[in-house]
């Protein structure tokens, strides 16, 4: 809680004491004095953005004007005990309690590993790739890129805010947006990190390892931060990327702010087409296909139908997010950064790295491991894949899909789910032909987590409200999985450090982490004719290989 919240529910509290005293001197006084402090104190809350507390001031306005209406009514003073009035004052007081303790105000949980973390920001620019998205005609391609790192000495140096006044006033209010109620994450700016702006990098070592990061579309680059800072305490140094306009507005160091593109919200209202409704009806067949000849077929029609609106836009979007991940690995292994940046990137090992991503940024992640050869382990943290370049294809690196609960998705078709789970991204990352078979590509499903649950939101609500938005998998769950799957998955791919991962993580979530197989699409191809299988693969490569923007022939 805020001092200012527990000052606002003090007063009502008081003043649900003070309206059970009836006969108290100067009762009155009391009441009123209580009643306008928890109006004051609510009102100021509104205004530092914890909107939370605006119910409070709802509430004491109405005990307000009850308070005047019977000054009005000049109504002589009661006896005995105000059963009805007290019993229904003291609910009131209840609202604006539980909205303040769903909501939650407290620092992220602290990183288990042994070093502080730093965190910086900077920007850079891509003068190769001009008028992107919103970007006029000429304009570079802007990137905003947060780095967090093992850190030195942070002695008399204070944790960074999860939002600064200026991210509270637009990235979180562009993220509250999409819920319909713009102020609904801006109350997030009170939550403390466990990072220090600006802290020296750890003196001493070098070629630490590197993971790049991509957020949700329509997000921002911290939307994972409590994972972040627990790669930093175990001394990776994590770079993640805010890719412009297909995120919520972008705060960069001078100040300036590059809003998210409405086309997004419009695309997203507008009319639905018919080539739009048949792109939805390949989707609901590629994820809830009774067979793998159904769902494949799904799969390749939505491709093959990536023509305008929303799905041509993510195919675009997948094309450009990779070139941005790139182009700051590129920035970075050439120095060509601001210079306060230029002593955590040599600290590190560039030469090869760790891809991450959630969500679109998972998806990224996999088109980059395709693409990059730097790429030495990937990790997708519940994303599709986007535009297709890992469908049917071994990548080359280690890959972890980390899935949130996969019956969610057929809840939300409003079909019954299969008897055991089933990736989403059964067709990915593998041939088909040995899908399942490399001991290298891990798929998980965590139990009771919707898709916004990978990633920080869960910290920021409590059950019961956050359960149909975020899952109702505990947080320490929600948050301990993501950690030690994906520092587990470096460490042995990444880092070399010897284990029989997943083994042990496995056995400590055994209640909320279970392996997803997709074994059978390797049996389901090895029974098929060779010409069958010499139709589908020219189909699929004709697939991977159509520009965006334009359907497969």
């Not at 990548?395 to 409003?414: E, G």
Request: charged share 20%; hydrophobic share 45%.
């Amino acid at each position: 809680m805020t001092v200012v919240d527990i000052l606002l529910l003090g007063a009502l509290a008081a003043f649900v004491v003070v309206w059970w005293l009836r006969g108290l001197p100067g009762r009155a006084v009391l009441l009123a004095g209580m009643a306008g402090a928890a109006l004051l104190l609510g009102l100021w809350g509104v205004i530092d953005d914890r909107w939370q507390d605006g119910i409070g001031a709802a509430v004491a306005l109405v005990l307000l004007l009850v308070l005047l209406v019977n000054r009005l009514r000049k109504a002589p003073e009661k006896t005995g005990k105000p059963w009805v009035s007290g019993v229904l004052f003291g609910l009131l007081a209840l609202v604006p309690l539980a909205a303040i303790v769903s909501f939650p105000v407290s620092a992220l949980p602290r990183p288990s590993g042994p070093h502080p973390v730093g965190v910086r920001s900077f920007e850079v620019d891509d003068a190769s790739r001009p008028g992107v998205l919103l970007a006029k005609p000429g304009q570079p391609r802007k990137l905003l890129v947060r780095v967090w790192y093992p850190a030195g000495d942070i002695t008399s140096r204070t944790p960074a805010p999860y939002f600064s006044e200026q991210e509270a006033d637009t990235t979180a209010k562009g993220m509250g947006s999409l819920a319909g109620f713009p102020p609904f994450f801006t109350y997030v700016k009170h939550v403390t990190t466990n990072s220090y702006t600006n802290a020296p990098v750890l003196a001493g070592p070098s070629r630490l390892p590197v993971v790049f990061y991509s957020h949700g579309y329509t997000s921002f680059l911290s939307q994972n931060t409590a994972l972040m800072e627990h790669l930093a305490s175990h001394g990776y140094i994590v770079f993640s990327v805010q890719h412009t306009y297909d995120s919520s507005d972008t705060v960069f160091p001078s100040g300036e702010v590059a809003p998210a593109d409405p086309a997004l919200a419009q695309m997203a209202k507008a009319p639905e087409t018919d080539a739009a409704k048949a792109a939805r009806t390949a989707q609901q067949q590629a994820l809830s296909g009774a067979t793998l000849d159904a769902r494949l077929e799904g799969y390749l029609r939505m491709r093959e139908l990536a023509l305008g609106g929303i799905s041509d836009r993510l195919m675009k979007s997948g094309e450009i997010w990779a070139a941005d991940r790139i182009f700051v690995h590129d920035q970075l292994q050439r120095g060509a950064v601001p210079p306060e940046i230029r002593a955590i990137a040599a600290a590190g090992d560039l030469t090869r790295v760790g891809q991450m991503g959630m969500s679109f940024g998972g998806a990224t992640s996999g088109t980059v491991c395709m693409r990059d050869r730097r790429c030495a382990a990937g990790i997708n943290l519940d994303g599709g894949d986007f535009p297709f370049q890992a469908f049917a294809a071994d990548v080359p690196a280690p890959f972890l899909m980390f899935h949130s609960d996969l019956d969610n998705i057929y809840t939300s078709l409003k079909v019954a789910p299969p008897e055991t789970p089933r990736s989403f991204n059964e067709f990915s990352y593998e041939r088909l032909a040995t899908m399942g078979a490399r001991p290298d590509v891990y798929r998980v499903s965590l139990r009771g987590a919707q898709h916004m649950g990978l990633s920080d939101f869960t910290l920021f609500m409590r059950r019961p409200a956050r359960d149909a938005l975020f899952g109702t998998t505990p947080t320490r769950v929600m948050i301990g999985a993501q950690n030690d799957f994906v520092l587990g998955f470096f460490d042995r791919h990444l880092r070399g450090i010897a284990s029989d991962y997943p083994k042990a993580e496995l056995k400590r979530y055994d209640r909320w982490v279970k392996p997803v197989a997709v074994d059978e699409v390797r049996t389901w191809w090895a029974a098929k004719t060779e010409a069958q299988r010499a139709a589908l693969t020219a189909r699929i490569e004709r697939a991977r290989a159509a520009p965006v923007g334009a359907s497969a022939p």
